[in-house]
């Protein structure tokens, strides 16, 4: 039955190998459920209900992205587009956040048009080559500094900006011995090695003292499940379009969109399912049900849901259908019951998957024509400023202005599409009104 309904033996993987991937992700990206709550709950958000409101958004989401469009994906809300909500809009703003759910409504609502439209499909068609490889490999670094910056490897630092941690400390030595016993493991052909591997940090660091160990039942496992109900069907719509925040709902649309077009190319091109002639089947349906996810965010009180880079890490563990999403969405509905297990992981046990993933994913960089200044320059910018500026959706814009801006300039107009001009001016307008 699961072999017909996620297309097992077509897609080369088995059950277990799925179980395996779907817990990788699931660990990977637990942490969510510590930090989204907390920015929500700035935002004035009541902290009962964003903590059920993360974990019910991400398992229900998630699972459907499994079962209906059989992607190995998982969606939760984003942590850029959460601070976005959080800091910016009922802080910098002091939009209340029931206002602020309304915006992310309409967001919902025109990420939605836009794909059923046709228009999504177009958009990525008219994204070059070069730039889809750049994007793949500029979501790897930025992947990559996560990782590195969880682990304590890296630190910020009023001078240089980022500068190098104390690497003598727990956190960096317990992450780079996972990554080396991850890569030893998958050098040698074991399945499930990163979430081995994760474990086995887990278990060493809780031996020597680093992490806290379980002593007694409550330390596993809480029966006081969390209620929605303070922000279930909170939001505002009409103070949302009274206020006319339309640079508010064009700018969650824009990272809502190019987050996911970006993370989907990636990811479905690490589990191989991009066809020869470079179509990705069911990514329109893919992009479908994260709008219906984002329009679901605001009813149940969380910022914009979109697909997590972290999926990256169950899908270099085997995962290839949807199967890999059901096990990592039924993994977050335990947290219901099970919150206080997850936080016995230390972040830097989690922190070595996301570094191997980086160093994976950069391997794209042999795609793109370094030689044609006005690809390689387009390229090399979408990758360095998704790290930089923390950001994605950072990363296309000043590749796609950039790309535009040379081939007009040089009198190579006609490989540019009008597709790209539009959007490289919405990016263009999107720029100007963050600043």
């Not at 297309?7 to 992700?25: H, P, Q």
């Not at 956040?97 to 794909?115: C, H």
């Not at 230390?346 to 994976?360: C, E, H, Q, R, V």
Request: net charge negative.
């Amino acid at each position: 039955m699961l072999d017909r309904l996620f297309k097992l033996s077509d897609r080369e993987t088995t059950v277990r190998t799925e179980i395996f991937a779907g817990l990788t992700t699931f660990i990977a990206m637990a942490y969510i459920v510590f930090v989204i709550p907390h920015m929500l709950t700035d935002a004035g958000v009541p902290q009962e209900a964003s903590i059920a409101a993360t974990i019910l958004i991400t398992a229900v989401s998630t699972l459907f992205m499994g079962v209906l469009v059989n992607y190995p994906v998982a969606l939760a809300p984003g942590l850029g587009l959460a601070a976005f909500f959080s800091y910016y809009v009922c802080g910098s703003l002091h939009l209340h956040w029931t206002v602020a759910l309304g915006a992310v409504f309409f967001s919902g609502i025109v990420f939605l048009i836009l794909t059923c439209g046709g228009i999504m499909k177009a958009i990525i068609h008219a994204v070059p080559d070069t730039l889809k490889a750049a994007i793949t490999v500029g979501i790897g670094l930025f992947i990559a500094f996560i990782g590195l910056k969880n682990a304590g490897v890296l630190q910020s630092d009023p001078s240089t900006f980022v500068a190098l941690g104390d690497v003598t400390q727990p956190a960096p030595v317990f992450a780079m011995f996972t990554l080396a016993l991850t890569v030893i493991l998958m050098v040698r052909g074991v399945q499930g090695a990163i979430l081995i591997s994760i474990g086995v940090t887990t278990l060493l660091s809780m031996a020597l003292g680093y992490s806290p160990i379980p002593h007694g039942i409550s330390d596993i496992i809480s029966f006081d499940i969390p209620s929605v109900s303070g922000s279930f069907v909170q939001l505002d719509i009409a103070g949302a379009w009274d206020y006319g925040i339309i640079s508010i709902i064009f700018t969650f649309t824009m990272v809502e969109l190019f987050d996911n077009i970006g993370t989907l190319i990636s990811l479905t091109r690490r589990a191989n399912m991009v066809q020869e002639d470079g179509e990705i089947p069911g990514l329109n349906k893919a992009l479908t049900m994260n709008a219906f996810a984002t329009i679901g965010s605001a009813f149940v009180g969380t910022s914009t849901v979109t697909t997590y880079l972290e999926s990256a890490t169950g899908i270099e563990a085997g995962g290839r259908t949807g199967l890999t999403a059901v096990i990592t969405a039924l993994g977050f509905l335990s947290l219901l019951l099970f919150a206080p297990l997850i936080a016995l992981v230390p972040s830097y046990a989690t922190a070595s998957a996301l570094i191997l993933i980086g160093a994976l994913m950069i391997s794209s960089v042999k795609d793109i024509d370094f030689s044609d200044l006005t690809d390689g320059v387009p390229a090399f910018l979408t990758i360095i400023m998704m790290p930089l500026t923390y950001s994605i959706a950072s990363g296309f814009a000043f590749g796609f202005i950039s790309y535009v801006v040379l081939k007009v300039c040089t009198g190579r107009y006609k490989e540019v599409s009008w597709v790209m001009g539009v959007i490289s001016l919405a990016f263009l307008v999107n720029l100007i009104m963050r600043a």
